[in-house]
């Protein structure tokens, strides 16, 4: 049984989950964790402090010292990263659990990556097909994350719904409308973050006045780059600290200046941080900009909590909240069938953006589109003294005809009305209607017939169509309009 946890970002997923596990002992409970051992070191710390004896809990490789006739072993809880070293003795255990015991509970955290239940996996990646192999031995399946784009475009079908309650006013529970842009020029921004002299004294005003609420630098990822920052800063009087490689600090009590950058991307909480200053990489995918907005969640909100940053890359991460609401709808409406999940997002207007590394798309495809179709002027009745006029005049793009069958248009299972909306009364150069063929039949044997190849009226700026209302035909003339662009999802 496949399960997600429907919930906001930062809202707690993985805690949700730790309980769920204390109250469930009886079988095997699997967390798989993201790469960093960090994440590893988060979730035994909190089942150690909910009164878990360390003799119930098996962390990574320790799986190779345990027999596989061990009865105890299989009301355990095991927690290991992402990597393929564990699979084989790992796949033997849940097979067992499977057929000799209670099963196994696997909590997926941060799955979007991992190609789910992909149609086509990403080739260059061995775990993520590990995972999902792993996955199949499991009796029930909980996938964790703080975007769903991954989950929305795979092939899984999922059974339940995990809905996390609505934050309350109390809680103080900042999410990303919450937060406030401090714009900023990017180069002397990229100069600092890389580790080079601080001489923009916006960012040094910036860092005395909110280092007492805590601040989350996100570095260049050298670490060289970061130490840099950090001497830089300590000799001007802050308080910093580093994570990366071997510069540990617990996340949970940090607080003042924090620099990072992967160990800060995903699956961190940073109780005592508030503020964050960041510059985005050329073409970041919408799932890292929602994943490295580190400081939303419980009790997080201030009267004003600030991100730092360009206004271009700003509004780089307001499109991928926006496009990461369209995700969630996606699967608000179509959980449990992924062929009409899949049928829906097509159809949405999406930013210009990439979702995921196109390896990790599961075939889909992005395509942009810069330019609208609208109706201009009055509609004029049908008659066939008018289709000669304006097929004269050259800018007609059909004409009424009939066909042997009688039967009303289909498309999937739309009523007449929508089709009639949707596809017949558009432009036809516009994506809905040069998708079907050069014959579109509608009602009573009576049918439009293109006249004009598809890349004509892709192309033309100017063109007459017919349209269908109160059983009555009309030409419609429609106008090639430049727009922002838009991005259509398709597979």
Not at 123 to 141: F, G, M
Not at 223 to 229: A, D, K, L, V
Not at 278 to 289: H, R, W
Request: proline share 4%; hydrophobic share 35%; charged share 30%.
């Amino acid at each position: 049984m496949n399960k997600y946890i429907k919930k906001k970002v930062q809202q707690g997923g993985s805690s949700w989950a730790l309980n769920n596990c204390l109250q469930n002992r009886d079988r095997l409970n699997l967390f798989i964790c993201d790469t960093s051992d960090v994440q590893v070191t988060q979730v035994v710390d909190r089942l150690l402090k909910s009164g878990v004896p360390s003799s119930d809990l098996v962390i990574k490789d320790e799986i190779n010292k345990y027999s596989i006739k061990d009865k105890e072993l299989y009301t355990k809880i095991i927690i290991i990263n992402k990597h393929p070293s564990y699979s084989e003795r790992l796949a033997l255990i849940l097979s067992i659990a499977k057929s000799m015991y209670n099963g196994t509970v696997l909590y997926w955290d941060e799955s979007d990556y991992d190609s789910p239940n992909y149609e086509l996996p990403d080739p260059k990646s061995q775990k993520d097909e590990i995972l999902t192999a792993l996955a199949s031995h499991c009796k029930e399946v909980v996938m964790i994350t703080a975007t769903v784009a991954g989950l929305a475009l795979s092939e899984t079908d999922f059974e339940g719904v995990i809905e996390l309650e609505e934050p309350k006013l109390k809680d103080n529970f900042l999410e990303f409308k919450d937060l406030e842009n401090v714009s900023i020029d990017k180069d002397y921004l990229i100069d600092f973050l890389s580790g080079n002299k601080l001489t923009d004294p916006k960012i040094e005003d910036f860092l005395k006045t909110y280092q007492s609420e805590g601040i989350l630098i996100r570095a260049n990822h050298r670490i060289e780059g970061m130490e840099n920052i950090h001497n830089q800063l300590t000799d001007k009087g802050f308080k910093t600290s580093v994570l990366a490689g071997s510069s540990y600090v617990d996340p949970t009590s940090v607080k003042d200046i924090l620099i990072s950058y992967k160990m800060a991307l995903r699956g961190i909480t940073f109780p005592f941080i508030h503020h964050m200053i960041l510059a985005l990489p050329k073409n970041p995918t919408f799932a890292d900009l929602v994943q490295l907005l580190r400081i939303l969640g419980w009790n997080k909100k201030l009267d004003n909590n600030y991100v730092m940053c360009s206004a271009e890359d700003w509004q780089k991460i307001k499109d991928a909240h926006v496009a990461e609401e369209i995700y969630k709808q996606s699967l608000e409406l179509h959980a449990n069938d992924h062929k009409k999940r899949h049928a829906w997002l097509k159809e949405q207007d999406f930013p210009k953006g990439l979702p995921l590394p196109n390896s990790k798309l599961n075939g889909w495809k992005r395509k942009t589109k810069h330019y609208t179709h609208e109706p201009v002027g009055n509609k004029i009745p049908y008659s066939p003294q008018a289709e000669e006029i304006l097929n004269i005049q050259g800018q007609l793009a059909e004409v009424l005809t009939t066909v042997p069958n009688t039967d009303d248009i289909k498309w999937g299972g739309r009523s007449f009305e929508k089709i009639i909306s949707d596809m017949i009364n558009q432009s036809p150069g516009g994506k809905a209607r040069l998708e079907r063929g050069d014959v579109q039949r509608v009602r009573k044997g009576q049918a439009i017939k293109r006249i004009k190849t598809k890349n004509e009226l892709a192309e033309a700026d100017l063109l007459y169509g017919l349209v269908f209302e109160d059983n009555e035909w009309f030409f419609q003339q429609w106008k090639k309009i430049a727009k922002t662009a838009k991005t259509r999802m398709e597979k």
